[in-house]
Nanobody, 124 residues
Framework: QVQLVESGGGLVQAGGSLRLSCAASGRTFSIYGMGWFRQAPGKEREFVGSITWSGGSTYYTRSVKGRFTISRDNTKNTVFLQMNSLNPEDTAVYYC?????????????????WGQGTQVTVSS
């Protein structure tokens, strides 16, 4: 089992920045990659980006590319989502997730463990 706990959400004005953290515990040696997803009210869960656990390769959805950065600190079993130039359309609950195999990285079904989510609200 892998446990994931997100933190760092909050309220920010448009143009501002936030950094989310996702701390992993348990069988972290089994993690192949980590992903960030978000879900706005009334909308489906949306892929934001991902990072491989060992090599650190990243991939982002088009709408956040150049604004969001995913990084990891393997010594602390923590993954970060740095979000810059936030706009109201980024408002959502943000989830981190862990997958045990390579899989289809932007498909939520590829992920085996999920955090509880953290709310990000961007005011205009």
């Amino acid at each position: 089992q892998v446990q994931l706990v997100e933190s760092g959400g909050g309220l920010v004005q448009a143009g501002g920045s936030l950094r989310l953290s996702c701390a992993a515990s348990g069988r972290t040696f089994s993690i192949y990659g980590m992903g960030w997803f978000r879900q706005a009210p009334g909308k489906e869960r949306e892929f934001v980006g991902s990072i491989t656990w060992s090599g650190g390769s990243t991939y982002y959805t088009r709408s956040v590319k150049g604004r969001f950065t995913i990084s990891r600190d393997n010594t602390k079993n923590t993954v970060f989502l740095q979000m810059n130039s936030l706009n109201p359309e980024d408002t959502a609950v943000y989830y981190c997730a862990a997958r045990l195999y390579s899989g289809i990285i932007d498909d939520p079904r590829s992920y085996h463990y999920w955090g509880q989510g953290t709310q990000v609200t961007v005011s205009s």
